[in-house]
């Protein structure tokens, strides 16, 4: 099975700075990587698919990157509505998803 | 309107089952897999399995081989996901969705809790 290790597990940030969130695959899954948005009670919203492709009609400050096994979600300028949860998820072979960053005000 | 609508939450005793349905509305349920995953109350997220609604065939994860299974009624467009051998474990939201890789539409949840 492939293991999906997200880092930080919680992020304390401001409206306007620069947020990055990681996420590590125990082996290669080539560019088959998907950002979520979750929020309390309500189902994730995709983000980002195949590592750095903008699902339509999500904010341009949304971005992603990475290939193989390191991957990177920025949120170039935090806003009051990105507080939330982001899980990265691999679809290589089947699903396996990271544990989460909880984004919270600081 | 394309969505998916889930049924609603269910309270189960241990060793009883659950079966979660997911109706498909705005498209032809046919044409699309559809995946479900679960979330424990603020835990990550569990892929369960997938099932092709056109054929019938469907792939399980390990942990739920024996206990989980997925099914469906093309002349309703619904799917639906049963869970037996029920455990305290088990209680988590469990989401519908459709596709196999980057999701961009999902149920609304079904919670399902397990309380003896």
């Known amino acids: 099975d492939i293991q999906m290790t997200q880092s930080p597990s919680t992020l304390s940030a401001s409206v306007g700075d620069r947020v990055t969130i990681t996420c590590r695959a125990s082996?290669?899954?080539?560019?088959?990587l998907a950002w979520y948005q979750q929020k309390p009670g309500k189902a994730p919203k995709l983000l980002i698919y195949?590592?750095?492709s903008l699902e339509s009609g999500v904010p341009s400050r949304f971005s992603g990157s990475g290939s193989g096994t390191e991957f990177t979600l920025t949120i170039s300028s935090l806003q009051p509505d990105d507080f939330a949860t982001y899980f990265c998820?691999?679809?290589?072979?089947?699903?396996?998803f990271g544990q989460g960053t909880k984004v919270e005000i600081k | 309107q394309v969505q998916l609508v889930q049924s609603g939450a269910e309270v189960k005793k241990p060793g009883a089952s659950v079966k979660v349905s997911c109706k498909a509305s705005?498209?032809?349920?046919?044409?699309?897999?559809i995946t479900w995953v679960r979330q424990a109350t603020g835990q990550g997220l569990e892929w369960m399995g997938w099932?092709?609604?056109?054929?019938?065939?469907?792939d399980y994860a390990q942990k739920f081989q024996g206990r989980v299974t997925m099914t469906r009624n093309t002349s309703i467009n619904t799917a639906y996901m049963e869970l037996s051998s029920l455990r305290s474990d088990d209680t988590a939201m469990y989401y519908c969705?459709?596709?196999?890789?980057?999701?961009?539409?999902w149920g609304q949840g079904t919670l399902v809790t397990v309380s003896s």
């Open positions: 969705a459709r596709g196999r890789q980057g999701v961009r539409l």
């Open positions: 705005g498209y032809t349920l046919t044409s699309f897999d």
């Open positions: 195949k590592a750095s």
């Open positions: 099932m092709n609604p056109n054929s019938g065939n469907t």
């Open positions: 082996q290669s899954i080539s560019s088959w």
């Open positions: 998820q691999q679809y290589n072979s089947y699903w396996t």
